[in-house]
């Protein structure tokens, strides 16, 4: 058994192209439909003024989550706007400020909020250091310091819960979009993995082996590990890359939505087995693979929210898609913030799903001499 699996990873590092097409078409179509972070806008800005780059203001600035705000020169500024690289632009003044338009959008509006908040703050912090009567900058500057340790360290701390109907969904466009197209492109992984397995039966391979020391259950094991063990490097990538790079936040559950993904991955791999064992050719496979994955994509909501489907004859359908617990596994530890308890349902629903189809599989496959 391990000798079929150090040949199946040689066989993998010597053409890995099919792994890498699908890997990186999962991570295209995520960050185009996912509305990802990377669309946070960039505004220049400029100052004749260091000190008030390292003041109050340009600290402020600098927090910002909405926009990022770039300091650059004079020149630079003017350019971006009139080459339209930036919709607008911020000239800083210690009391007053300048925003330079490029492009009418709603972007202007925000962003002129965002430094007119900054100013109207910095002007109250000035009026409670004099009323303070202190002497000395040295001691507004530590009463100041003093007076934003207090506001950041509340002797007080309010929480606050939201609530929901039982009804309700929520829709985490980002998460969502990541969560469908992985689980969609990951079907095509583990089912040209598990191919070869067609094709070595139909060439006879299987029936050399059967010769040898090396028992049939062991050649099962060997095809259906390495399968799992690619498909789940498949999404572990995905998703590192969207967590670390892209900045995609998990709220917290990215080692849960990793680890939960595993019984996904093997209801997979068995239906993949299931559709070797049916298809006759590699052609038959060929055309039948697409339909099936495109049809559990759309059924099982990944394209867009279930929650949106009113016809029961797709939400029949749905309960019968692997594919629909996996976004709900996926979707309850990350948006809802579901415990595992609660989440045995579809994750029990999954194990069941691939013991049947992997047993219906081999089954079919052992009685028709391929």
């Known amino acids: 058994m391990i000798g079929i699996l150090l040949a199946k990873f040689k066989t993998f590092i010597r053409s890995p192209w099919s792994f890498v097409v699908f890997t990186g078409m999962s ?14 806008a960039y505004i220049p800005v400029y100052t004749d003024d260091e000190l008030l ?5 340009g600290e402020e600035l600098e927090k910002q989550d909405a926009f990022g705000f770039n300091w650059v020169t004079k020149d ?3 350019k971006q706007i009139s080459t339209g690289m930036a919709e607008v632009g911020v000239i800083l003044k210690d009391e007053e400020y300048q925003v330079i338009v490029g492009v009418d959008s709603y972007n202007v509006n925000l962003v002129q909020q965002i430094v007119s908040s900054i100013y109207k703050e910095k002007i ?6 004099e009323a303070a009567n202190l002497s000395s900058e040295t001691e507004k500057k530590s009463f100041l310091e003093e007076m934003d340790f207090a506001l950041e360290n509340p002797v007080f701390k309010i929480k606050s819960e939201s609530f929901r109907g039982e009804d309700a969904f929520v829709y985490d466009n980002s998460l969502h979009r990541l969560f469908g197209f992985s689980l969609f492109f990951v079907i095509y992984t583990i089912a040209y993995n598990v191919l070869p397995i067609l094709v070595e039966k139909r060439d006879g391979i299987w029936d050399r082996m059967i010769l040898s020391p090396l028992k049939k259950w062991e050649m099962y094991v060997a095809n259906l590990v390495y399968s799992f063990i690619t498909g789940f490097a498949q999404v572990i990538i995905i998703f590192l890359m969207f967590r670390y790079v ?8 990215f080692i849960e939505t990793l680890l939960l993904l595993m019984p996904y991955v093997f209801s997979i791999v068995s239906l993949a087995i299931l559709l070797t064992a049916v ?4 052609q038959q496979f060929n055309a039948a ?5 495109v049809s559990m994509a759309m059924i099982g909501g990944a394209y867009w929210p279930i929650e949106l489907v009113e016809s029961k004859f797709l939400l029949t359908l749905a309960k019968f898609n692997p594919l629909t617990y996996g976004m709900e596994i996926l979707n309850g530890a990350a948006v809802y913030g579901h415990s595992l308890e609660e989440l ?12 049947i189809m992997m047993g219906l599989g081999i089954h079919l496959m052992e009685r028709r001499h391929v």
């Open 53 to 57: 780059r390292e003041s109050y203001i």
């Open 124 to 129: 109250e912090r000035e009026q409670i250091a």
């Open 27 to 40: 991570m295209v179509f995520a960050l185009i439909f996912g509305g990802t972070s990377m669309d946070k």
């Open 279 to 282: 298809v006759k050719t590699v």
């Open 76 to 78: 630079e500024l003017q």
């Open 246 to 253: 892209i900045g995609v936040d998990f709220h917290g559950k």
């Open 289 to 293: 693979l697409p339909i099936l994955a």
């Open 344 to 355: 045995l349902v579809p994750i029990s629903i999954l194990l069941l799903m691939g013991v």
